[in-house]
């Protein structure tokens, strides 16, 4: 799909086309004087007797597909329900278009043309172009790679369908930019959801170093490869000991990217990149095991992060790094029991391998910590108890820090994702206590698994540095069709798009 923003109206751009799916929008009122209203006057006419038979609702998502109606220049048209217009937010427009797209995407008409102007839209105009685009180009990500090819498809075919905008003020540079932001945001996501989606042997820590530094032609990102030799040189005992027990070499990859003058701190954001988690000598039971392919989501969502941060190019410096490691019950593999040292000369026990994600991000946070940065934010699918916590649709975050737990509040409004704040206490600092060594990497008390494990990697982040952790254990990848722009099971991509926001919050 290509998508494309056209400073026209609906009779200049039918004089020019002979095809083509046109989508308006249509509103519905509730209470007692309940009104459907078809945004396109002439359509409002026409299909009159389909309101009259609620054929179209105007509910939220509906999709009434009108096919070879000839409308205009146009051989079908959509009409897209939006809900109560004075309800109308991002969200719901976001996910209405992920709809639409999935209706018209498999019909044989190379155009689609939304008509935006319909929507009279009197504030916010940039935004909701954004947003419209996300929807889209989200909605569209397909992971096809591992599929054989039956015949070779040509260019067009390839490209799909053109998929045009319609706005009257498309040409405002506020609308142009809101409208390449939308598709920066989109395609970085989609980036992410395509490291995650990849299976394990296709994604070791080697080949998410490789696939990272392809991406990142042509940005100003700079890179940096930590292997095997070097992680160890550099002290890094949690990543190594946990990488032990698979023939696979672990990985510490390091982006850095310059926005801002060098005085400035950096943002610095830690994703857990663990290709695949067998549990180790700790093994995990059979059943849903193939998920723990996307072990790597905090880290390939932070990669998406600062390539949208780059290609934006925010006034920020920023720093991306992923500590990536296969957790496999080889005959090297550490044990429960052994004992492993930070970089930080911190140690701890690993009373169950199963629990190694803080143990590979300790080394990473620790690392944060040197770089003297603004902030820290990692993101892990740390816990199980997350997910039994708060399911797919919210992600969990701890801090401690009152202006940053309020800044990620805004950041989440303002890219429609879900966040909530979990609790994080000294008391869970207590149950992590080592018997042998500083630390355990096991709680010493039940329940509340997903605060002692943010607990315990707060041991690795310096004082005073707000710091703030997101556990997308239950978000990091989608499970049913909640989410009309992320329908499939798979990767989510999720919190790239609230990171920028937070970066942004550090611009100036
Ligand atoms: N990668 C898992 C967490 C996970 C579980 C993510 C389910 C997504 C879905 C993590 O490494 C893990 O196994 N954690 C253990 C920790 C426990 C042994 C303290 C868990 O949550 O069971
Ligand atoms: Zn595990
Ligand atoms: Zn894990």
């Known amino acids: 799909m290509i998508i494309n923003l056209l400073s026209q109206d609906l009779q200049s751009v039918s004089k020019n086309t002979k095809d083509g799916i046109y989508v308006t ?84 008409s190379e155009n689609v043309f939304i008509d ?56 405002s540079s506020e609308v142009k930019k809101a409208f390449e932001e939308g598709l920066i945001l989109a395609k970085s996501v989609n980036f992410s959801r395509y490291l995650g989606d990849m299976p394990g042997n296709k994604m070791t820590p080697e080949i998410l170093a490789q696939k990272t530094l392809e991406a990142i032609k042509g940005t100003k990102i700079k890179a940096t490869v930590w292997n095997k030799a070097r992680i160890i040189k550099e002290k890094m005992g949690g990543l190594l000991g946990v990488s032990l027990g698979s023939s696979q070499e672990p990985r510490f990859i390091i982006l850095e990217y310059n926005g801002a003058a060098k005085s400035k701190k950096p943002v610095v954001f830690v994703g857990k990149g663990l290709t695949f988690d067998s549990g180790g000598i700790s093994l995990k039971p059979s059943a849903s095991m193939e998920e723990m392919k996307y072990d790597m989501c905090g880290g390939a969502n932070v990669i998406g992060t600062l390539i949208a941060i780059a290609k934006l190019g925010l006034k920020v410096n920023a720093i991306g790094l992923i500590p990536s490691s296969e957790n496999m019950p080889g005959p090297s593999a550490t044990k429960p029991g052994d004992v492993l040292t930070c970089r930080n000369g911190k140690t701890f026990e690993v009373n169950n391998t199963d629990a190694e994600g803080r143990l590979i991000l300790s080394d990473a946070l620790a690392y944060a910590t040197e770089q003297k940065p603004e902030v820290i934010i990692d993101a892990a699918t740390l816990t199980g108890a997350m997910v039994v916590a708060l399911g797919n649709l919210y992600t969990g975050y701890f801090t401690r820090y009152k202006q940053l737990k309020d800044k990620i509040e805004v950041a989440g409004k303002k890219s429609g994702e879900w966040v909530w704040n979990m609790p994080l206490c000294d008391f869970h600092v207590q149950d992590m206590k080592g018997t042998y060594a500083d630390l355990s990497n096991m709680s010493s008390s039940k329940g509340a698994g997903s605060s002692t494990a943010a607990a315990f990697l707060e041991q690795f982040v310096g004082e005073d540095i707000p710091w703030a952790h997101f556990d997308i254990a239950g978000t990091g990848w989608a499970v049913g069709s909640r989410i009309k722009y992320c329908t499939r099971k798979g990767a989510s991509g999720a919190m790239v798009r609230t990171f920028v926001e937070i970066a942004k919050s550090y611009e100036k």
């Open 116 to 171: 935006l102007n319909t929507l009279n839209l009197k504030k916010e105009k940039a935004e909701y172009v954004k947003t419209l685009v996300e929807g889209l180009e989200l909605a569209s990500y397909e992971f096809t790679e591992l599929k054989s090819k039956p015949k070779e498809k040509s260019k067009k075919k390839e490209e799909g369908q053109t998929v045009h905008i319609l706005l009257k003020e498309a040409k």
């Open 25 to 108: 929008f249509s509103f519905s009122s509730e209470g007692k004087d309940k009104k459907v209203s078809i945004l396109n006057k002439d359509l409002n006419k026409r299909l009159d007797r389909a309101v009259q038979t609620s054929q179209i609702t105007g509910k939220k998502y509906e999709v009434a597909f009108y096919k070879e109606l000839s409308f205009e220049a146009f051989n079908h048209v959509l009409v897209l329900g939006l809900g109560d217009k004075s309800e109308l937010e991002h969200e719901v427009l976001r996910q209405a278009i992920a709809s639409a797209y999935e209706a018209f995407k498999s019909l044989k």
